[in-house]
């Protein structure tokens, strides 16, 4: 049984992920080092709130802000890690929390790319340690990663898979810790295709993104990629790879075209430049057509 829930981080991620958890009824607990970073924390809920058309004093009310770790964690039967992507931080979290978290409490490292394994390899009771790779932003993706190393115990995902599914969320067994996930690799696989095609000078940047948007990605949100290979037929998919996978993107590494941009300080909407030029209004009306998507959404698919 999970009934309260000690989220560290109180970034973007980590406090959304402790509304999303407070909308389902569990007493949620948030530490963050970062003094400012726990201030921030209920501005940051009640936008989550208002995103979803919910009462953000309602989930505040079941969110404390924690200054120290242990006292986040003592009570805890599930701890989601939510810190910066680097290696070492994620490691040390843990060893703290093996310290002072309960004996039957759940470990779980909400990261893209970072292997689970290795974040977990230096605790002592492995078996309660797992991945949860929530999507950005977390209380409006449905999709959760639930990713399992060579110890976690069945019971320990199957608990994790169950909290998440009562908390209407998408979740999916990862039964191999591979880089990237499920996630990302798809869409990473995407994305080196896309910036080859730019690169090769095949089109420009705003081609490949309408071809993208008012093609097959329309139809992705309700017909996935092998869903769609049966609808059409195995037979022609296999047709269209004999003649397609030879020429595309394979190399194993960043695109020179990509690495550039970043050398060149072109780092997208937050320099005004990455493939496309952006003006902040471009930018600010992007995410908010974005937002409003995402939220509308679900009417659409479960009306």
């Not at 400012?36 to 404390?64: F, H, N």
């Not at 230096?122 to 932003?137: E, V």
């Amino acid at each position: 049984m999970v009934n309260q829930v000690a989220i560290l981080g109180a970034g973007l991620m980590g406090s959304a992920i402790a509304s999303v958890f407070a909308a389902g009824g569990h007493t949620v607990t948030v530490h963050d080092p970062v003094a400012e970073s726990l201030d921030a924390l209920p501005a940051k809920v009640r936008q989550a709130a208002a995103d979803v058309g919910a009462d953000g004093e309602a989930l505040l009310s079941t969110i404390t802000a924690c200054p120290t770790l242990g006292k986040a964690v003592a009570k805890a039967d599930l701890v989601i890690e939510a810190v910066p992507e680097k290696l070492a931080l994620k490691q040390a979290v843990f060893a703290e929390v093996e310290v002072a978290a309960p004996a039957g409490c759940l470990f779980a490292s909400n990261t893209s790319v970072l292997p689970i394994t290795e974040i977990m390899g230096a605790l002592t009771d492995k078996r309660r340690a797992l991945g949860t790779h929530w999507w950005n932003p977390p209380h409006m993706i449905p999709l959760v990663e639930v990713i399992a190393t060579a110890w976690t115990a069945p019971d320990a995902i199957d608990t994790v898979m169950a909290v998440l599914a009562a908390l209407g969320k998408a979740p999916v067994r990862v039964n191999k810790d591979v880089p990237g996930f499920i996630g990302n690799r798809l869409q990473h696989a995407l994305w080196r295709e896309a910036i080859s095609l730019v690169e090769s000078g095949v089109c420009d940047a705003e081609a490949v993104d309408t071809v993208v948007k008012e093609s097959f990605g329309r139809r992705l949100a309700v017909l996935g990629p092998l869903e769609n290979a049966d609808l059409v037929g195995t037979d022609l998919t296999l047709d269209i790879h004999a003649t397609v996978l030879a020429h595309l993107e394979a190399r194993p590494g960043p695109s020179p075209l990509l690495e550039q941009l970043v050398k060149d300080g072109a780092l997208g909407m937050k320099t005004g430049k990455g493939f496309r030029t952006w003006t902040q209004e471009e930018s600010a009306a992007t995410r908010q057509r974005l937002a409003t998507h995402l939220s509308r959404l679900p009417r659409i698919l479960d009306p």
